[in-house]
């Protein structure tokens, strides 16, 4: 591969849908609209824990412009989930969650639409409700499902009341492991439940055929999930539901699984009408899918020369009134919690909780930035406690070519030294504490590309352009650009040549969706597997025309050539439209399983890190004495993307990563009091701005994958798990106080700094 | 409620909508027109999405009604490249990397466009300080920031 060179993968071209972005021509979710569709909403538990008494929609119904009123009562009784099905449509018989839906109504406007839902009455008995990690593990807690045990779930969890899972990775003896150690240091930490934040809300629009097929319009980020799980809850053929994906605003996560799809579908098949739900904000801080607040325990033992010889490690998620993605995040965090470190023996367990709050989800590296803050926390912890340099501490600890992970995983392309290295002198690390009240911070970390398959089908069309076709939604990342920057590169043409169709579940291929770092990698490789099935047939073509040897052909230039002669991609194309039906080829791709020792996990879903990337992060700031407000100077990331497919969007990941990343260490928080969010609105949930937000310096650290096309790794989730830990750390080398709780607020410095006097 | 004819200036036509008087200009631009560059998000004023330009002014159109345009002037994202040609400031956000998911971006280039128009040279903590009602999540700001600052400097150039 370094021996050719490479015109399109690489290089920092922009990204194809990027002028209908600018020109607001660009069509999103939230922007799709049929002529009379009708406006759906939905009606919401305003209880924590309670029984339905009473449900009354009559008065709704009979509103003027109401074309219906839907509850449990109106659509078929099933339990639909991932790995573990919990979920209804709608609530019955009780309600688990403030914001839980328990009907939905459909209005020829808005204002109708309103009404309807201020006309429906619910009248409740409340029931005690278990409303923090605390109280729904205390012994004889009450069940956020009673009837937990008759649900449908994949046999590798272990679910035990509130618990619906526990994943736990164990290695060596940690018992002799803390024998061993010289010192044994434990910690509680604490984070809290964040939201994705995207700028656009979960929209979907909703329309039913005379044949029985509904097609919905939505920005999922997995379509084919979406269409399955859409059959399940209607109880139709996957064969007749279409879901397309117009454009996305943004996901992070948040729009993996089915949000509002559902009630439009409903609706718009009782009204026989296309129906379009969009989410307010209230709506999405209180009832989506964000990431689940934590409670972290680490208890660690090291030598005195900073070897970490033993690491027990227990992370709950607060996963809210349904599992969502929790038994898989709970499996995800023991390999966090592991860290990108060496060591003999491990004990690690991640336990997925019901609480009665919002169903979580996944955001952009589920249980990475929670788990690696207390992780990365305490390795600072530790090194001011042996004297030892953060930086000296993890370069003693971290993986290195060929070593195991934690569930014995061979390890390769393992650049984190290089990170680190990197990382500390672009902040200027030797001068850690540059002055009063000035202090700088490290964090390292490792991260998985996500597996899954993906398809593709590639023209070319009689004018030499190429059409690629790809299940994938492009949700904002540019790693459609990414992909198509590979197929142009295995053809010899331009990325303007590639014109892009993805994400119908009818027209194209499965993809496994726009998740886990994963689109770039996976459509990339199957871009590879198109060309790789049609060069054949291009050559056969292109040798009969030429008058030379297939074996003798090559591509160039958008060209075949061979013995110094050559035909267009262009000229075969239209000979093969008039000879043989055209040049199409389809191309696909799974990441291969990568091996681990099975007898080292349990419950655990997700039990190696594929194609790994290692990164580091560093952070100069300031905090207020008085204050306690954190100002950022600057902001350092060495990641290791294996191979930079389009470094200006890489950075753009990175950059955005971080903000995000920013906003879960120092200001974001969903705030619940009494089981009610009190901060459901922008203005209050405390995102970043631009005011808000250093310079971020970005090192593209490449040591290629194995696996990936060109040896890229996954790129998008990294740069989001190390900001609240490096800040965290930087923190304290500027104050002296450690806060274990995230966010890390002004209120909470200065009170710490109080109580320290 | 009963509806009232409003004439409206947007992109330099003129449109005669009928609506009722409590609908907000991001509505009828949206709904009625069929103008969906300007985004709704947070419908309260919060994010920005929604920015357009009144008599030159970024407002946030979830929060200005409909019939408060009588006479003015609006300018949507639609109307900001002319006779095909990208405007500067969104030839430099293609330019720079800085669009992701594109959906604040809309409102960005409109910010941006009512500042760059009273200080075309305006340095990156100006630009910082004008962006900070429209928020981005995807970006991390500082392309956003670097492509303002260089449509600035093109615009304060002559180019």
């Known amino acids: 591969m370094a021996t050719r060179e490479l015109h399109v993968v690489g290089k920092s071209l922009p990204r194809f849908d990027a002028p209908g972005k600018v020109t607001g021509t660009a069509v999103y979710a939230a922007d799709f609209a049929l002529p009379g569709m009708l406006v759906g909403k939905v009606y919401r538990s305003t209880q924590a824990h309670a029984r339905i008494v009473r449900l009354d929609v009559g008065r709704a119904r009979a509103l003027p412009g109401v074309r219906a009123v839907i509850s449990a009562a109106d659509v078929p009784e099933v339990r639909y989930g991932g790995g573990l099905k919990d979920e209804t449509v709608f609530a019955a018989g009780k309600v688990r969650y403030v914001g839980q839906p328990v009907a939905a109504v ?106 029985g097929t509904v097609t919905v319009w939505s920005n999922t980020q997995l379509p084919f999930e979406v269409q399955n799980t859409l059959a399940e809850i209607l109880q139709t053929p996957p064969s007749k539901i279409r879901v397309v994906v117009p454009g996305i605003g943004g996901g992070f996560g948040g729009k993996l699984r089915v949000g509002v799809e559902h009630f439009a579908a409903f609706l718009a098949r009782k009204t026989g009408r296309a129906v379009k739900v969009i989410t307010t904000s209230e709506e999405e801080l209180t009832a989506a899918y964000p990431r689940q607040g934590t409670v972290v325990e680490l ?333 950022l100077h600057k902001y350092v990331v060495a990641q290791d993307v294996g191979f930079a497919m389009n470094p200006t969007y890489i950075e753009g990941q990175i950059e955005g990563g971080v903000a995000q990343g920013l906003g879960q260490a120092l200001s974001e928080e969903i705030v619940y009091e009494g089981g009610r969010v009190v901060n459901a609105n922008l203005t209050d949930y405390k995102m970043p701005t631009t005011l808000d937000m250093p310079r971020v310096d970005t090192i593209l650290v490449q040591h290629p994958s194995l696996v990936g096309p060109y040896g890229a790794k996954g790129v998008g989730e990294p740069p989001n798990i190390e900001p609240p830990a490096a800040v965290a750390n930087g923190v304290a080398s500027a104050t002296g106080l450690r806060v274990t709780v995230l966010p890390i607020t002004a209120e909470r410095i200065a009170l710490g700094l109080r109580d320290a006097g | 409620m009963s509806k009232v004819a409003v004439e409206l200036c947007i992109n330099g036509e003129r449109h005669e909508v009928l609506t009722e008087p409590h609908r907000t200009l991001l509505e009828v631009l949206r709904v009625d027109l069929g103008l969906t560059g300007t985004k709704e998000n947070c419908l309260e004023a919060e994010c920005g999405v929604c920015t357009v330009l009144l008599d030159g002014r970024a407002v946030n159109s979830c929060i200005v009604l409909a019939v408060q345009c009588r006479g003015r002037e609006v300018l949507t994202i639609e109307g900001v490249a002319r006779d095909g040609v990208l405007h500067p400031i969104q030839q430099a956000f293609i330019d720079h ?63």
């Open chain 1, 106 to 211: 459909a209005a020829t406007t808005s204002e109708a639409a309103e009404a309807a839902l201020a006309a429906i009455e619910a009248v409740y008995e409340p029931l005690p409700a278990v409303l923090d990690l605390e109280a729904a593990l205390a012994p004889g807690a009450p069940l956020v499902h009673e009837e937990w045990q008759s649900y449908t779930a994949i046999p590798i969890l272990h679910r035990d009341g509130n618990v619906c899972n526990r994943a736990r990775i164990v290695v060596g003896d940690i018992e002799r492991g803390f024998e061993e150690a010289h010192r044994i240091f434990e910690h509680r930490f604490r984070t809290s439940m964040v939201h994705q934040g995207y700028t656009e809300p979960r929209a979907a629009v909703a329309q039913w055929d005379s044949s």
């Open chain 1, 299 to 631: 208890k660690t033992g090291v030598t005195n020369d900073g070897r970490i010889v033993a690491k027990e490690g227990r992370i709950w998620f607060d996963t809210g009134a349904f599992a969502g993605s929790g038994p898989g995040v709970a499996s995800v965090a023991t390999l966090v919690l592991a860290g990108p470190y060496k060591i003999p023996n491990l004990r690690l367990e991640g336990f997925a909780v019901y609480t009665n709050k919002t169903n979580c989800g996944s955001f952009r590296a589920p249980s990475g930035p929670q788990a690696n803050f207390a992780v990365e926390s305490q390795m600072d912890i530790i090194a001011d406690a042996l004297g030892l340099d953060p930086l000296e501490l993890r370069l003693r600890n971290i993986v290195r070519e060929g070593d195991e992970g934690p569930t014995g995983q061979v390890l390769n392309a393992v650049g984190l030294e290089e990170c680190l290295r990197k990382a500390a002198a672009a902040i200027g690390w030797s001068d850690r504490r540059p002055g009063k009240w000035r202090g700088k911070g490290l964090a390292c970390g490792w991260w998985t590309t996500t597996g899954g398959s993906s398809g593709v089908y590639v023209k070319i069309n009689p004018d030499g352009t190429v059409a690629l076709n790809t299940g994938a939604a492009e949700i904002g990342t540019a790693a459609l650009t990414g992909a198509a920057q590979v197929l142009a590169e295995e053809l010899t043409v331009d990325l303007a040549d590639i014109s892009v169709v993805s994400a119908d579940t009818f027209s194209t291929p499965f993809d496994f969706g726009a998740q886990g770092s994963r689109t770039a990698f996976a459509v990339g490789n199957a871009c590879r597997a198109a060309v790789a099935d049609l060069k054949p047939r291009i050559f056969l073509l292109a040798a009969a025309q030429l008058g030379v040897e297939a074996e003798a052909c090559a591509l160039a230039d958008k060209h075949v050539v061979a013995d110094g002669k050559r035909i267009s991609l262009a000229d075969l194309a239209r000979l093969s439209q008039q000879t043989g039906g055209g040049l199409i080829a389809q191309g696909t791709f799974i990441a291969p399983p990568t091996a681990y020792d099975a007898k080292r996990v349990e419950g655990h879903v997700y039990p190696a890190f594929h194609s790994p990337s290692f990164h580091a992060h560093a952070v100069d700031l300031s905090v207020d004495a008085e204050t306690g407000e954190v100002t």
């Open chain 2, 97 to 159: 990397g800085a669009v992701q998911c594109g959906y604040c971006i809309p409102g960005m280039i409109l910010s941006a466009k009512a500042f760059l128009e009273e200080c075309p040279g305006a340095a990156e903590a100006d630009v910082r300080e004008v962006l900070a009602g429209n928020l981005c999540r995807c970006t991390g700001y500082q392309k956003i920031a670097d492509a303002v600052v260089a449509a600035g400097r093109a615009v304060a150039a002559g180019g």
